[in-house]
T-cell receptor, first 114, second 116 residues
């Protein structure tokens, strides 16, 4: 185990539902990330947090709303999603930003939007 | 922003042969180039990385080369084994972007298949 956990591992939701994805890291890292992984596409960076402060929002639609209450926890709140939002959502963490830091990934949440 | 192109998308090699995966990047300020391996149903994991002040780095059967002038870097796997079968992603970032885009920009991935 890499020390990064994600829940739930699988999620099926309708377009009108509201749900949240949770990520927790037990590595003492200061930076956390959300990535989207779709079939036939590269891993897409969505959000970056450093010491609970958002440093990057990579033009992500407002139906995705991140929350980082502390350096160990990261949430992704979902509402009124579209079928094309179905993907694997990966959380990652690294020691800090602005350096040669390995990113440790969680197992991902497989999201299906009906 | 950074753009990373990766080729080929699928690579099939005989067990024991070598495999080479190539990536190009667009931002000359990028200075950190990791490679991640993602086995089926599992999370991506770092296998090797290289910094821009180095031209080549080796770790047992895997090696990475970097050509800063041409802005391309490659992953070399020798004596391939069945457990090397996975999707490999290259990535690039500016490790000293000073609070800008500190996430990695990934290539689309290469599905490496090792034929027995």
């Amino acid at each position: 185990e890499t020390g990064v956990t994600q829940t739930p591992r699988h999620l099926v939701m309708g377009m009108t539902n509201k749900k949240s994805l949770k990520c927790e890291q037990h590595l003492g890292h200061n930076a956390m990330y959300w990535y989207k992984q779709s079939a036939k596409k590269p891993l897409e960076l969505m959000f970056v947090y450093n010491f609970k402060e958002q440093t990057e929002n990579n033009s992500v639609p407002s139906r995705f709303s991140p929350e980082c209450p502390n350096s160990s926890h990261l949430f992704l709140h979902l509402h009124t999603l579209q079928p094309e939002d179905s993907a694997l959502y990966l959380c990652a963490s690294s020691q800090e930003l602005g350096s040669y830091n390995e990113q440790f990934f969680g197992p991902g949440t497989r999201l299906t939007v009906l | 922003g950074e753009n990373v192109e990766q080729h080929p998308s699928t690579l099939s090699v005989q067990e024991g042969d070598s495999a080479v995966i190539k990536c190009t990047y667009s931002d000359s300020a990028s200075n950190y180039f990791p490679w991640y391996k993602q086995e089926l149903g599992k999370r991506p994991q770092l296998i090797i990385d290289i910094r821009s002040n180095v031209g080549e780095k080796k770790d047992q059967r895997i090696a990475v080369t970097l050509n800063k002038t041409a802005k391309h870097f490659s992953l070399h796997i020798t004596e391939t084994q069945p457990e090397d079968s996975a999707v490999y992603f290259c990535a690039a970032s500016n490790a000293y972007s000073g609070g800008g885009a500190d996430g990695l920009t990934f290539g689309k991935g290469t599905h490496l298949i090792i034929q027995p």
